[in-house]
């Protein structure tokens, strides 16, 4: 196979005529496979399954009954085990339900009507409000500041993170009251923020005094070769920076344990905390503490979490590795794509020929494979280049994920010829 740019016109053509038949033949099988969201597989999820077992040691945890009211912030020893996994404080930890994106939504919901501690004002009552996306990122980021009708910004992401000079540019104007970050193993790309970007980040001057980071730590535990990535603790270097109150840090066990039942957390300055815990107060008496418990019992500390975290990389690495054997067999030789290999997290980010990626996507469902739609990964929709397409391997078995790289390559190849050919 060679460089598809290089090929005469008649190489072309041939090369066509042969990937659109077994586009053909792949059509006809009536395959129903599945690509989107990254969801634990079954035997992921069942590896936390002797979790509910602990239950049966008692209803006890520090001193008081978890079946009871109470506890707001979270279970201390709970809020202790998320400070070990950040790195971070005890007391900059607070503990929410099974989902960290609703502590993210609640954050900029609270923003709108009261502002943060800060805030010159409510959000809601600023003429506009912008927020920087590094991109490609994560839609649903995206969608909880679009929903707030906030002016998206997008910030090209590099090996290192996001875009430093546009961010430091951008950060200037009063009316940006902050960024998303996903630092680790990021969404879709699998990039690690270095350290220096960590730190400028931290340090940069910002036109509004509420800039809010929001530190989105979805990966941290979450390595499928290799050592686990470090990351800097941005509540420090915020600290030490001079702006203690600029970040909002997340995390949840909902790739650890139970997607469905796990427990998020939010660290964030003490200050910050006790700002955030007096209007938190209103809406909820606390959060499950059952489940906190349950997790406290069976993760135990930093080591029994990364221990278990190993049995999930077990599951996830052959899978990452097939995605990549796949695309550097049969894309790598036509120069058509590009791609990051990821060591951890839950995607793959694929690059295609500019122009191709809704063509790749619509090819893909003809042929019965189901990809998050081209476009997802940035604002609006709207990838300027049509060329990002977000793989997530997990939840397929192995036996249908091969199948479904079989039909993504044929698809990735069919849109280049396609465009090459002006078909």
């Given at each position: 196979?060679?460089?598809?740019?290089?090929?005469?016109?008649?190489?072309?053509?041939?090369?066509?005529?042969?990937?659109?038949?077994?586009?053909?033949?792949?059509?006809?099988?009536?395959?129903?496979?599945?690509?989107?969201?990254?969801?634990?597989?079954?035997?992921?999820?069942?590896?936390?399954?002797?979790?509910?077992?602990?239950?049966?040691?008692?209803?006890?945890?520090?001193?008081?009954?978890?079946?009871?009211?109470?506890?707001?912030?979270?279970?201390?020893?709970?809020?202790?085990?998320?400070?070990?996994?950040?790195?971070?404080?005890?007391?900059?930890?607070?503990?929410?339900?099974?989902?960290?994106?609703?502590?993210?939504?609640?954050?900029?919901?609270?923003?709108?009507?009261?502002?943060?501690?800060?805030?010159?004002?409510?959000?809601?009552?600023?003429?506009?409000?912008?927020?920087?996306?590094?991109?490609?990122?994560?839609?649903?980021?995206?969608?909880?500041?679009?929903?707030?009708?906030?002016?998206?910004?997008?910030?090209?992401?590099?090996?290192?993170?996001?875009?430093?000079?546009?961010?430091?540019?951008?950060?200037?104007?009063?009316?940006?009251?902050?960024?998303?970050?996903?630092?680790?193993?990021?969404?879709?790309?699998?990039?690690?923020?270095?350290?220096?970007?960590?730190?400028?980040?931290?340090?940069?001057?910002?036109?509004?005094?509420?800039?809010?980071?929001?530190?989105?730590?979805?990966?941290?535990?979450?390595?499928?070769?290799?050592?686990?990535?470090?990351?800097?603790?941005?509540?420090?270097?915020?600290?030490?920076?001079?702006?203690?109150?600029?970040?909002?840090?997340?995390?949840?066990?909902?790739?650890?344990?139970?997607?469905?039942?796990?427990?998020?957390?939010?660290?964030?300055?003490?200050?910050?905390?006790?700002?955030?815990?007096?209007?938190?107060?209103?809406?909820?008496?606390?959060?499950?503490?059952?489940?906190?418990?349950?997790?406290?019992?069976?993760?135990?500390?930093?080591?029994?979490?990364?221990?278990?975290?190993?049995?999930?990389?077990?599951?996830?690495?052959?899978?990452?590795?097939?995605?990549?054997?796949?695309?550097?067999?049969?894309?790598?030789?036509?120069?058509?794509?590009?791609?990051?290999?990821?060591?951890?997290?839950?995607?793959?980010?694929?690059?295609?020929?500019?122009?191709?990626?809704?063509?790749?996507?619509?090819?893909?469902?003809?042929?019965?494979?189901?990809?998050?739609?081209?476009?997802?990964?940035?604002?609006?929709?709207?990838?300027?280049?049509?060329?990002?397409?977000?793989?997530?391997?997990?939840?397929?078995?192995?036996?249908?994920?091969?199948?479904?790289?079989?039909?993504?390559?044929?698809?990735?190849?069919l849109s280049a010829l396609e465009k090459l050919l002006g078909k």
């Open positions: 196979m060679s460089c598809y740019k290089s090929m005469t016109p008649a190489e072309l053509n041939a090369e066509y005529e042969k990937v659109l038949a077994q586009a053909e033949s792949l059509k006809g099988e009536g395959l129903n496979l599945n690509l989107t969201r990254g969801k634990p597989e079954k035997s992921q999820l069942d590896l936390s399954n002797p979790m509910i077992a602990t239950l049966n040691e008692g209803w006890m945890c520090d001193g008081m009954d978890v079946r009871n009211y109470g506890c707001l912030e979270g279970l201390p020893s709970c809020r202790k085990l998320f400070a070990e996994l950040l790195g971070c404080k005890p007391e900059e930890v607070i503990i929410g339900g099974n989902a960290s994106l609703n502590l993210m939504y609640d954050l900029i919901a609270k923003a709108y009507t009261h502002g943060l501690k800060n805030s010159p004002r409510p959000w809601s009552q600023e003429p506009v409000v912008k927020w920087l996306c590094p991109v490609p990122g994560y839609d649903r980021h995206f969608n909880v500041t679009l929903s707030f009708g906030m002016e998206l910004i997008n910030i090209p992401m590099t090996d290192e993170g996001p875009d430093m000079d546009l961010v430091e540019k951008y950060a200037a104007d009063p009316a940006v009251k902050g960024m998303w970050c996903v630092p680790k193993y990021s969404n879709p790309d699998g990039i690690v923020y270095s350290e220096a970007t960590c730190r400028r980040i931290a340090a940069m001057k910002t036109g509004a005094p509420d800039f809010t980071l929001m530190w989105d730590n979805a990966y941290g535990f979450h390595a499928f070769e290799g050592p686990l990535a470090d990351l800097p603790d941005m509540l420090a270097l915020c600290r030490e920076a001079g702006n203690p109150d600029r970040v909002y840090e997340f995390a949840s066990t909902s790739k650890v344990t139970f997607a469905g039942a796990g427990v998020s957390c939010m660290a964030a300055s003490v200050e910050n905390l006790k700002y955030i815990l007096s209007l938190m107060t209103f809406q909820t008496i606390g959060y499950n503490k059952v489940d906190q418990l349950m997790h406290v019992r069976f993760l135990k500390d930093r080591a029994g979490t990364l221990a278990h975290m190993e049995k999930h990389a077990a599951i996830m690495a052959p899978k990452f590795r097939a995605v990549i054997d796949a695309l550097n067999s049969e894309i790598a030789p036509t120069g058509t794509a590009h791609w990051f290999e990821p060591k951890g997290g839950y995607f793959v980010s694929l690059f295609v020929m500019p122009g191709t990626a809704k063509r790749t996507y619509a090819l893909c469902k003809e042929m019965g494979v189901a990809l998050t739609a081209a476009g997802a990964t940035y604002p609006h929709g709207i990838d300027p280049d049509d060329s990002n397409l977000r793989i997530a391997p997990s939840f397929a078995p192995m036996d249908e994920l091969v199948k479904a790289l079989e039909v993504l390559c044929v698809a990735v190849k």
